[in-house]
């Protein structure tokens, strides 16, 4: 039969742990149990239990008695008060080197500042969708013959919209545009130019878009539909309750069928007004039929998925590839492939054609970012280099601190809550900076002032908190390393020597940094600034001084061409279908004498006085007629006017060119 060995209460045992102090503990408790042992041996069991418990009572004196966790957090508090105090004196007393790297970490927190609240508002978009994370777009790529092109299309064919949601599993529902809805909407005596676009029913199914008035899965069902913003329908009407009230549009009249509530400001889809998709066979019966449901017709319709939650993304691709290759067998001479988008990546996607609202390309932020994070280094090394270059002043101060029994945590603290109380001054200053700075930022580029807010918000000053005290402690590390290491015999007796490395001077390496980081920041933004110098000062081949472009959103060109002629400053007005320089062009195939040999050529439409008011030089031919040219046979032709580059490619030489011959 085995007798356990009797044990200590083991309450009185979990007492003296909670009560005694931890470096006391384990000798205190190791006699006690030597004294329970031999009085169990002498006493008996029971009493020599009893004798450990008011040992245990007895032995709970000031000196054992751990301190409290508030004590130490209310020692840790008192502390931090002493270094901010001590901080502040230091600044003060140190006008100069304070004001140099408050100005320093200003504009560096300011340039952070902007990042932040261009990513901040960047990140922000499509998310009031209660489905973001199931929505994907459709883009497409375009292959013409051999002819590799890497360029992805934000948009897609119709048809390919269509047999995606008949056809391929794990696709919920499908939310169908058309682009350039833009017409003027007439009542009564109003008539106000609306921006918008064709969509198809399950446009509020996909998206989060409320109706506050309407019915949202048959506002935009029947052909002949209209679906306007709040703002829109108050301009319209004088009151959100326009339900079944009619307008003109064109030659047709529209009904009412839905309000919706006005746009959120971080949306890429834009718009003031909804038409229903189904109008268009209606009204555009021939163009739809024999044109807009062809497979290769990929340039104004757009296609939004909303995808099951389980659905395999992989599996997806697949399905769309087999679809295009099936489709690609429709078309001759191209082949268009088929890729998914998601929603919460539209906004900060590489630029796209025929983009769906305004995006900003990632290339473009990492630029930014990477010019933030060298401006941000170079505050801190100049920080660094400002507190090294007082070394000898504070290393004698740090000496004293020691001598008198200062830890090396202590000091290491001191120098931490300096540097980030500089840099929270810093902050004040870049606040008052980035307000004043604000509106000179978003006018830089229009894309991006009607993309990006820079509004504050509680997140966004967060985050501009939160990059505060990350700079003031990245600045404040090695001035507070190099000083905790100083010891304070040395530095009393002789307070030069101060090595970071045995060859080195701590300072000859912060200097070299810092200047090698400045040197290549000025010269990035030297190059920066000649580059965008050269962007608008570009021979774009033709003038462009003192000419305007208005675009006409759908208005009748004959109508607005008269309103001009009646001002006198205007001398000339021409007519293009594209303007010219701004990035955006339009395209089409040519063919030259072999009709299976054709080239994709960018082209524009414009009238007799385009060449003149653009000062175009014609090296051969003369410009268009005004009037109308017919054949004697009475058929009409087009004329065309052409580069030398097409000249060139077609090796058209020196040869009589028949006008008759080319075929765009």
Request: glycine fraction near 6%; include cysteine; proline fraction near 4%.
């Amino acid at each position: 039969m085995t007798v356990n060995n009797p044990k200590p209460p083991r309450l009185a045992e979990k007492f003296l742990s909670w009560y005694c102090k931890p470096s006391l503990l384990e000798d205190l408790q190791g006699d006690l149990n030597e004294y329970f042992d031999r009085n169990v041996k002498t006493k008996g069991v029971r009493q020599a239990k009893l004798i450990y418990i008011l040992d245990v009572f007895k032995f709970m004196r000031l000196y054992t008695i751990r301190k409290p966790e508030f004590v130490n957090t209310l020692i840790n508090w008192i502390m931090l008060g002493s270094y901010v105090k001590t901080s502040g004196r230091n600044i003060m007393r140190n006008k100069l080197f304070s004001f140099i790297n408050i100005a320093g970490l200003s504009v560096s927190l300011l340039v952070g500042m902007l990042l932040i609240g261009l990513l901040n508002d960047i990140h922000s978009y499509d998310q009031f969708h209660e489905k973001k994370n199931h929505i994907y777009r459709v883009i497409s790529n375009y292959q013409y013959l051999d002819q590799v092109d890497e360029q992805w299309y934000a948009s897609s064919a119709p048809k390919a919209g269509k047999l995606i949601k008949e056809s391929v599993p794990g696709v919920q529902d499908a939310a169908l545009f058309h682009s350039w809805a833009n017409n003027d909407l007439k009542t009564g005596d109003k008539v106000i130019p609306l921006q918008g676009h064709w969509a198809n029913e399950a446009l509020f199914t996909v998206f989060t878009f409320p109706l506050v008035q309407g019915n949202a899965a048959t506002a935009l069902k029947e052909p002949f539909s209209l679906v306007l913003t709040e703002d829109v329908a108050i301009k319209v009407f004088g009151t959100t309750d326009a339900i079944n009230k009619t307008v003109t549009m064109g030659e047709h009249e529209y009904t009412i069928t839905g309000v919706a509530k006005n746009l959120p400001e971080f949306s890429h889809i834009k718009f003031e007004m909804l038409v229903s998709l189904s109008t268009r066979p209606v009204t555009e019966k021939e163009q739809y039929e024999k044109y807009e449901l062809s497979w290769d017709n990929m340039w104004q319709g757009y296609t939004y998925l909303l995808l099951a939650p389980d659905t395999d993304l992989t599996t997806l691709q697949q399905n769309l590839d087999n679809l295009a290759v099936e489709q690609n067998k429709t078309i001759k001479n191209a082949k268009i492939t088929l890729k998914l988008q998601p929603l919460n990546d539209i906004a900060l996607s590489p630029q796209m054609n025929n983009a769906f609202g305004t995006t900003m390309n990632i290339k473009d932020v990492w630029i930014a970012g990477v010019l933030a994070i060298i401006v941000i280094i170079s505050a801190c090394f100049n920080y660094t280099n400002l507190s090294i270059a007082r070394a000898l002043k504070r290393a004698r101060e740090i000496g004293v601190r020691k001598s008198i029994g200062a830890t090396k945590r202590q000091v290491f603290s001191q120098f931490m809550v300096e540097s980030v109380l500089i840099a929270l001054a810093g902050l004040v200053i870049a606040s008052v900076l980035f307000v004043v700075i604000k509106p000179f930022f978003l006018s830089i580029d229009s894309s991006v002032q009607s993309m990006i807010k820079l509004n504050l918000s509680l997140v966004s000053v967060l985050y501009f908190i939160a990059l505060t005290l990350a700079t003031g402690l990245l600045a404040g590390f090695l001035p507070a390393v190099f000083f905790t290491r100083i010891e304070a015999i040395k530095v009393l007796r002789s307070g030069m020597d101060l090595k970071l490395f045995k060859n080195l001077n701590m300072r000859k390496v912060l200097i070299v940094s810092q200047f090698t980081v400045s040197l290549a920041f000025i010269a990035a933004t030297v190059i920066g600034y000649k580059q965008y110098k050269h962007f608008i000062s570009f021979d774009l081949g033709f003038a462009t001084e003192n000419i305007i472009n208005v675009r006409l959103q759908g208005n009748k060109p004959e109508l607005i061409r008269k309103e001009f002629e009646s001002i006198p400053e205007i001398e000339m007005i021409s007519q293009s279908k594209v303007t010219a320089g701004i990035g955006y062009y339009y395209g089409g195939s040519m063919k030259y004498k072999n009709p299976l040999d054709s080239s994709h050529i960018n082209h524009n439409t414009i009238d007799a006085n385009y060449i003149p008011l653009h000062k175009h030089k014609l090296i051969a031919g003369k410009n268009f007629n005004p009037a109308k040219r017919d054949e004697p046979s009475g058929e009409k032709i087009g004329e065309a006017i052409v580069s030398e580059n097409i000249l060139d490619h077609f090796k058209i030489g020196d040869e009589k060119r028949d006008r008759r011959n080319y075929s765009p």
